[in-house]
């Protein structure tokens, strides 16, 4: 076959993701603190943005003629129309690890390139080290990693919230459960879990229990020990003597005894206070209404206002001569315009994916986590007619603030069982509830196996097969029915 040229038309479909779009996603995903950083370098690298200082509702920038004003919603109203241009309509078709449910890995920052900065402009190698995390940020991590349920990460970070620098845990176990609406046994058995943490000693609630941790990871805390650490007032005032009597040991043994304790770390957070601690603050509030219904508003104090200065960028415009000066103008007019409308879109977004949680989850911020609903992500993405990758870049990095305290959207979604009667499903969260309460109900002589636990919840309408409740039961770290008779004849 001869290969001759020849011209060929072909007509074809792709997806352009332009820098400004990528601004537009990458602003879904970025916390409030990040948000207000990149804002701030936005307003230095270019000049046709402002600060809005002392916003007003009633303001009109089409009056004014001077700005485009970013307006936000307070939240207390129906859902507003969306913008023109959404984000999740605008790339319906991104790849499929942009799709994932679990969210992508952050994208570039794509809003630099089209300013064709050089390689002075990227950061330093001192930008690019390791910060500094802080005490809350390394047991987070840890909590993550943990393999909790979703209500137990919940009380995690209601725990972890408690810490102070020293590695403390200072707030009341029964005080955190009325609040949360939890049962005060499944705090005290996540707080268990958070204490063999790292650093060893953190989490505890006073200094007798941090040095008892230090010592049962290193395998030295036994009765002699106890007792030393249930009167380290003796030792403080120097009474060796009642020492030796009160842990029936002698003066050789309680010498190493005090020696292994002094050699232990009183504050075992102390070495996470190298940067200044940042609080959360909340993205959306939720306010219980008069009627016993939920108000939700966005908190203003977190979202960046910022103007495009239309009036001085026509002044300019006139006087630019070169062809240079004409198109950074024009680059910086587009980025400002579509930062604005990005701002704008990331506020309307958060607070029709926070109402739509708060709607589906109102049974826990009724009545506590033991009420909560199974929810996906594609159910609130139908819900409000957005892409799932979408919601999962709104829920990842924002905050609820209620009256049962601050949680991150992504904690309210939970898996579910199907209903044995047709039903309504079950969150999986509530079921593995329902089994920890059997379990803790039950009699020496009535020690329940997973299929006696199986058929219980079947009669209460909750379709589970039995290695789904032994899955459940050892998430929760409670040990089989064989273990648990062979502990009750031990009298363990």
């Not at 609630?205 to 106890?226: T, V, Y």
Request: charged content about 25%; aromatic content about 4%.
């Amino acid at each position: 076959m001869a290969m001759i040229p020849r011209l060929e038309m072909r007509q074809g479909q792709s997806l352009v993701m332009t820098p400004q779009l990528q601004q537009a996603i990458k602003l879904l995903q970025l916390s409030n603190i990040e948000l207000q950083e990149f804002v701030e370098t936005e307003l230095e690298r270019n000049p046709l943005l402002e600060r809005e200082e002392n916003p007003t509702e009633a303001q009109a920038p089409a009056e004014s003629g001077d700005a485009q004003a970013l307006d936000f919603d307070s939240g207390m109203a129906p859902a507003e129309a969306a913008l023109d241009v959404s984000v999740a309509d605008m790339a319906p078709d991104l790849s499929q690890n942009e799709l994932a449910e679990a969210g992508a890995a952050p994208l570039q920052d794509w809003s630099k390139a089209s300013s064709g900065k050089s390689f002075d402009d990227m950061p330093g190698l001192e930008d690019t080290l390791a910060q500094d995390i802080s005490l809350a940020e390394h047991l987070d991590t840890q909590l993550t990693q943990a393999g909790l349920s979703p209500i137990e990460r919940m009380i995690g970070s209601v725990l972890i919230d408690a810490v102070d620098d020293w590695g403390y845990m200072r707030a009341d176990v029964r005080e955190i459960a009325d609040r949360i609406g939890a049962d005060e046994r499944q705090v005290r058995s996540v707080l268990d879990i958070m204490q063999g943490f790292e650093p060893v000693g953190v989490m505890a609630r006073d200094i007798p229990e941090c040095l008892a941790l230090q010592l049962k990871d290193r395998g030295r805390f036994d009765p002699a020990m106890q007792k030393l650490l249930a009167h380290l007032d003796l030792l403080a005032k120097g009474q060796i003597e009642r020492l030796q009597i009160v842990c029936g040991v002698d003066r050789e043994d309680l010498s190493e005894m005090i020696a292994e304790v002094r050699a232990l770390t009183p504050k075992p957070g102390a070495g996470f206070g190298g940067g200044a601690v940042q609080s959360i603050a909340p993205d959306v509030y939720i306010k219980q209404a008069p009627d016993g219904s939920w108000m939700v508003e966005l908190n203003s104090d977190t979202m960046p206002r910022v103007l495009m200065n239309q009036r001085y960028y026509a002044t300019v415009s006139k006087t630019a001569k070169r062809e240079e000066d004409k198109q950074f103008l024009t680059e910086c007019a587009t980025n400002a315009s579509w930062l604005v409308k990005s701002l704008d879109q990331r506020a309307k977004t958060i607070l029709k994916v926070a109402r739509e949680i708060v709607r589906q989850q109102d049974g826990f911020f009724a009545h506590g986590v033991a009420h909560l609903r199974p929810l996906n992500l594609k159910t609130v993405a139908a819900a409000i007619e957005m892409h799932e990758s979408t919601v999962s870049r709104v829920t990842s990095n924002k905050h609820l603030s209620c009256a049962r305290g601050l949680f991150e959207l992504k904690y309210f979604f939970t898996a579910s069982i199907a209903s044995a009667d047709g039903g309504e499903a079950h969150s999986a969260e509530a079921v593995r509830h329902q089994i920890k309460g059997l379990i803790e109900s039950e009699t020496p002589n009535g020690i329940l196996s997973d299929d006696q636990i199986v058929e219980i919840l079947i009669e209460k309408g909750v379709d589970i097969a039995r290695r789904t409740v032994a899955k459940y039961r050892e998430s929760l770290r409670i040990p089989s029915s064989v273990e648990r008779k062979r502990k009750l004849a031990n009298g363990i």
